[in-house]
């Protein structure tokens, strides 16, 4: 989805795989940050707020695509307000789990370095998972992949608007 709104907007995209993916190609480098997750997490985390900034600069957008802390949705926020920009927040969900299931073991991503997800993993990270809090849309991925992206670009344009 993150990839889809990306073209849609002209936006640049900040994936956090993607990001971690090239600190584990280096051994050296993923070692010092790999463990304990939560130094990975905030290591992640900088630097996807670095690459929004310096779209923010430009008075580009930035689709950050992680899973996020209320922590970092606030430190997000902070960042569009000193760009006199706004942060739209869409959380994404699948309601149905034997679809989530299939979708996840089918899916390959093909990120340079990184793994593919399996459905362990899933599972661990939705039972730790706290929903953000509001402002934010919630798109259930079980409904049409064109709707849900239709709907969160109203959803954008509606809280962003033009910054022209």
């Known amino acids: ?35 304990p997750v939560e130094r990975q997490r905030r290591t992640g985390w900088t630097l996807l707020a670095r690459i929004a900034e310096q779209q923010l600069r430009i008075a580009g957008a930035c689709i950050v695509d992680v899973v996020a802390h209320e922590t970092y949705r606030r430190e997000l926020e902070e960042l569009a307000a000193r760009y006199e920009s ?21 899916r390959q991503r093909n990120i340079p370095g990184w793994y593919e997800l399996d459905w362990a993993s899933v599972q661990r990270s939705r039972a730790r998972y706290v929903p953000l809090d509001d402002p934010k849309m919630v798109v259930d991925a079980v409904d049409d992949l064109a709707a849900n992206l239709q709907r969160v670009l109203e959803h954008i344009a509606a809280v962003v608007g033009s910054r022209g």
């Open 1 to 35: 989805m993150a990839e889809l709104i990306a073209a849609e907007c002209s936006g640049a995209i900040a994936s956090f795989d993607w990001v971690m993916s090239a600190l584990r190609s280096d051994p050296d480098t993923w070692a010092a940050v790999e463990t």
């Open 86 to 106: 706004r942060l739209a927040v869409v959380e994404c969900l699948c309601s149905d789990e034997s679809l989530h299931e299939r979708r996840v073991s089918e």
